[in-house]
Each structure stands twice: as structure tokens, then as C-alpha cells.
């Protein structure tokens, strides 16, 4: 199955539904299929072949879901970009995928005018926003049919590149084929038990494996996507959840929290069926207060990344008697956790979470030594496994709970302490909306624990009675060395705290 | 430009600002221009209420009072009128 499938199928059995809402437009599946078709048709007239990269850098829009099945059905690969990225990153994500062509909107084109210059690859730029003239979208889709096209890819060819930050280094461009990607998206359909009538609703940009992964599984049932720019106003979101009736919402822990800070009473939720987290985990106080004021739905908390998309859901019957555990594995797929040299163990151990399916990514793009590092060759021939490089424990009834990223386990005093472990103390005590725990260098400890803490707005707790509520619930070796306050706390685009900016904010002290 | 709109655009220039070279006034949507996130909302209703003693209420932390200066300028004039 191709991808592009996935949107051709809802049109021919629901062409007149609403397939997609992003502010005043609403479009039905008939529109996308003839839109996205146009698109293709657009871009084989600039002469893209099979396996080229384009570039996608928009908003969530008609547009951005237009490119993606545009790209698809041309048979070329989507490179998904988030929005935000500014010149010199654009040119180094343009120039490493080797981009032929970039779709991105007006504004952005002009403001990247500079670092755009001299990228041999990039053939032609398409731009959205109001414009009619040559290199523009309208332009680009007004003289081309609407008729289907032949497929010019096969299942194994490289479907999306998502470039992944790490704590380190360069972005590395994420393969995900047609087949990995689909099988991800199965996945979702099946555990969340998603449906036509679905109106899912999501703010997180497509870019984000996380957001990408709100489209297609609604898209494979023929439901509905609401996509919103960002959660910057929260009151409009909830507006918006409310007036278009959603049955799904996708939240990362920072959305739930702030969106426990408004007055949910006031909005009528009663079409709201489900609520997922990922991108990273939720903390079981946030939980415990999602499910006091929202009784009626259920929550999904979720583990994924980028490399697989999503491994593990925690079935919602179980959230309020284990919060902290992302489940027992998804559908299609086998998961279990390795020590070092790679044995499984047993229940009850901690070890590095090996995923192997049809999900797992291709590789990195262009970078074969760190694709072999990550993944590892399977049971079959030619399968790999996908080693991710997160920690979790198994308990004696085969439930996973992550423990931390092999990367940021801290040692201090030769003990090792999950980051996240603190941070769910830290979130427990009265007084503290959000709290972020890191390692930093310490000449005796090897590594000191460090919290960062932003306070509930009034709250009046020092950093005394932060280490005391810590004393009462962590061995004394996790009890942060040093409590720093923060009015917030620094965010990577996808919204998840950036520890790396924590870190150098500790160092540059 | 009035006195209202200069402060409100000397606090977006100085905290919520990376790039210096944006022109404020001339911006349609902060959010669209990339300008302002969801902190940088919650960061600028806090200004706004300690500049003029204002109290903002949830429901009116929404585009259409906060998205561009000329938004801004009108929603604190309305709020210290009324």
C-alpha cells in the first residue's frame, strides 16, 4: 500500500465528507484527492523523479496536507519541516536532503531569501499566501488536471524524511518508507479504535512524527482533522474543541498543563471521546488531574519516536491504577528490553527498549554509521531491530515504565538517577507547575542533580521546602543538589523541554 | 506612534524577541509571524496587566485582542475605559 492511497480511498468512499478544518476552510476528501493530484501534477511538469525530495515547510493548512499527498502521489518523498525553522537551518535541512523542490510560504521565502542562494539541488520553489503570479501555489495548481495519477513508487521507497534534533550534534534526516508509515498508522487505528465519525483535532505541526501521525490514521477511516496553528491560545483551542465537536486530542505533557489552567467547566466536551500524550511522558499528578476534571474521557498515554513513530499505548482502563507506564506494546509489532550486549531480559529488570515491525524507520539519511548504531540486524534476514536508546523497566506483569534516555540518566555518587523519577516528585508538590531535572558536571559527585522548577502563579514555596518534599519521597542520592527557579522553562519546537538549553544555561553559570 | 504602543513594542522588542530587525508595527500576526509562542503570550497578558493594572480575563486571551500591536493597543484602551 502506498500513502497516498490512504487519502484516494476516503474520497472514492466519502467524497462530500469533511476531511479537513484549518481556520475558515473546510475542506471534503473530493477537494483534497483533486487538489493533491493537482499538485503532483504540478510537480511532474517540473520534471521531479521518482525518490526526489520535497521539501514541505508550512503552517498546518490545507496546503501542508495538500504537499504531503502531492508529493506522495508524484512519487516522490516528503521532507516535513516545522515552520519555525529560520534561514540557516532551512538551507542546512535543504542542502543535506538534497531538496529539488521547497513548498513554503511566502514570508518565509522572502525572509530566507539570503540562505536559500546557491543550493544546486533545490530546482524550484512553490509559495502560499495570497500571490497569483509564476512560483506561486495558485499558479503552480490552476492549469493542471485533477485526474489520478499511476503509482511511481513502490512499498520499501523512502516516503518521509523527518529530521530529528538529538541532544547533540546535527539533525539527522528520520527514513520512513511507505510501508513503515503505513504500518505505524494500522497500528493507531486499531488500539485507538478510530472511526469515520472521528473529528480529531491537533495543534502539533506535521513535521512532528507525533502530528503527522494525527493525519493519517483519520485520514485512513475517512474521519475529520482539525488542525490549529499552535496551542499559543489556548482559550481558542478549547473554543475549537468544543464548536467542531472533537471526539480526539493529542497533547505533550506542556499542553496538558496548560491546559489544567483554564476553566474546562465552561466548554461543552461531551463529543470528547479521547485524549493522547506523547513526545514525552506524563507525569502521573497530571494525569490524576486530567482524570478529576475530564471523567468522561478516556486517556491514552503513549510512547513513541521519531525512528518508529509509536512502539506502546497504555490501555485507558489502566491509567488510574498504573500512571506510570506506557503500556505493553502496540498492535503489529514485538517489544522487549535488552541489556548491554543486547540479551533480553526478564520481567522485573530495566534495559534498553528494543522495537521490531514493520514501523521501525529505514535509517538516517546519508549517515550509515549512526543508522548501524541504532539499528541492528533482526531475526530475519535483512530485518532490523531498532535499539532506541531509552531506558525502561519491566514489571513483574510485563508492563513497561520508562525510566530515562541512556543519554540523560544522571550519575552522581556512582548511583544512577532517572531524571524523570525526580521530575514526578517535583510535580507532586502544591506550588509547582513545571519542573525539568538535568545532570550537570560536579568535581565530586561526578554529576549533581539539578531541578528546575517553574512556580504556580502565587505560590509561595522556596527551595527549602522543595528538597524537603523531595527527602520524602526519593533515596537521598536523587534529592536535587540545587533548586533553580525559572518563570518557564525552554522549549524545542515540538514543545518538549529542551534539557540542552538547561544544561548550557547551568554551564554558562 | 502613541505612548501605549511604543511600551507594548519596547517589551516585545526587549523579552519576547530573538531577531531585532522585525518590525513590530507592521506586523499582522504576531503568531503567524513566528513572533510570539504560547509562553510568550502568557509572558506579554502578564506585562500588560502590571503596565496598566489590568486584569485579564481567560476568555479574552484570544488573537483577536493580542495578535498585532494595533490589537494590543486597542484592548488596553478598552480595558481602561471600561
Redesign the interface.
Known amino acids: 500500500m502506498l500513502l497516498g492511497s490512504l487519502l484516494e480511498e476516503s474520497a472514492q468512499r466519502t467524497p462530500d465528507k469533511a476531511a479537513l478544518v484549518c481556520g475558515e476552510r473546510r475542506a471534503t476528501y473530493a477537494e483534497l484527492e483533486a487538489d493533491s493530484n493537482r499538485l503532483a501534477h504540478a510537480l511532474l511538469a517540473r520534471a521531479l523523479a521518482p525518490g526526489e525530495r520535497v521539501a514541505v515547510c508550512l503552517d498546518n493548512s490545507s496546503e501542508a496536507v495538500i504537499s504531503i499527498f502531492g508529493a506522495w502521489k508524484a512519487g516522490a518523498a516528503a521532507l516535513l519541516v516545522n515552520p519555525g525553522t529560520k534561514g540557516e537551518k532551512l538551507r542546512f535541512l535543504l542542502e543535506d536532503s538534497g531538496a529539488s523542490v521547497l513548498i513554503a510560504a511566502e514570508k518565509k521565502l522572502e525572509q530566507s531569501r539570503d540562505a536559500l542562494r546557491g543550493l544546486p539541488a533545490l530546482r524550484a520553489t512553490i509559495s502560499t499566501g495570497e500571490g497569483q503570479g509564476p512560483g506561486t501555489w495558485h499558479d503552480a495548481l490552476a492549469a493542471q488536471p485533477t485526474s489520478p495519477l499511476p503509482a511511481r513508487a513502490s512499498q520499501d521507497d523512502l516516503a518521509c524524511l523527518l529530521y530529528t534534533s538529538g541532544s547533540t550534534g546535527q539533525p539527522k534526516g528520520v527514513m520512513h518508507s511507505h510501508r513503515s508509515l503505513g504500518s505505524a498508522t494500522r497500528s493507531i487505528v486499531q488500539y485507538l479504535g478510530s472511526v469515520p465519525e472521528d473529528v480529531v483535532l491537533s495543534v502539533l505541526p506535521l513535521s512532528f512524527g507525533y502530528g503527522l501521525s494525527q493525519l493519517l490514521p483519520t485520514f485512513q477511516v475517512g474521519g475529520t482533522l482539525v488542525l490549529e496553528r499552535s496551542f499559543a491560545y489556548p482559550q481558542l483551542v478549547l473554543q475549537r474543541l468544543a464548536s467542531e465537536r472533537a471526539t480526539g486530542f493529542a497533547m505533550v505533557p506542556t499542553i496538558a498543563t496548560m491546559l489544567l489552567q483554564n476553566n474546562l467547566a465552561k466548554f461543552d466536551f461531551s463529543s470528547l471521546r479521547y485524549l493522547t500524550n506523547a513526545g514525552a511522558g506524563i507525569a502521573p499528578a497530571l494525569l490524576k488531574e486530567l482524570r478529576a476534571r475530564l471523567p468522561h474521557v478516556r486517556i491514552f498515554p503513549m510512547y513513541g519516536q521519531t525512528e518508529c513513530i509509536r512502539a506502546s499505548y497504555l490501555p485507558p482502563e489502566e491509567v488510574d491504577r498504573r500512571p506510570g507506564s506506557v503500556g505493553k506494546g502496540m498492535p503489529n509489532q514485538e517489544l522487549w528490553i535488552a541489556d548491554e550486549s543486547g540479551q533480553r531480559l526478564p520481567p522485573g529488570s530495566t534495559g534498553e527498549l528494543v522495537v521490531r515491525g514493520e514501523h521501525v524507520m529505514l535509517g538516517y539519511w546519508k549517515q550509515p554509521a549512526a543508522s548501524a548504531l541504532k539499528l541492528r540486524p533482526g531475526r530475519r534476514p535483512g530485518e532490523r531491530e531498532l535499539h532506541t536508546g531509552d531506558l525502561f523497566r519491566v514489571d513483574a506483569e510485563g508492563w513497561y515504565h520508562f525510566v530515562a534516555r541512556k543519554d540523560d540518566i544522571i550519575k552522581t555518587r556512582g548511583e544512577k538517577v532517572s531524571p524523570r523519577e525526580v521530575e514526578n516528585v517535583l510535580l507532586a508538590l502544591e506550588g509547582v507547575l513545571t519542573a525539568a531535572v538535568v545532570g550537570v558536571p560536579d568535581a565530586l559527585l561526578g554529576q549533581a542533580v539539578r531541578a528546575f522548577v517553574v512556580k504556580r502563579p502565587g505560590a509561595e514555596i522556596d527551595e527549602k521546602a522543595v528538597l524537603r518534599h523531595c527527602g520524602k519521597a526519593l533515596e537521598e542520592f536523587a534529592i536535587p543538589k540545587k533548586v533553580v527557579f525559572l518563570d518557564e522553562l525552554p522549549k524545542t519546537p515540538n514543545a518538549k523541554i529542551d534539557k540542552q538549553a538547561l544544561l548550557e544555561r547551568s554551564e554558562a553559570k | 506612534m502613541s505612548d501605549l504602543s511604543q511600551k507594548i513594542s519596547e517589551f516585545i522588542s526587549s523579552s519576547l524577541l530573538l531577531d531585532s530587525n522585525v518590525d513590530i508595527a507592521g506586523t499582522a500576526s504576531f ?4 513572533i ?8 506579554l497578558v502578564q506585562f500588560l496587566e502590571e503596565t496598566w493594572e489590568i486584569s485579564v480575563k ?2 479574552e ?3 483577536a485582542n ?1 495578535d498585532s500591536l494595533a490589537k494590543l493597543e486597542a484592548f488596553v484602551k478598552r480595558k481602561l475605559g471600561g
Do not use: F
Open positions: 503568531l503567524e509571524a513566528g510570539i509562542d504560547s509562553t510568550g503570550v502568557l509572558e481567560d476568555e486571551m484570544v488573537p493580542l
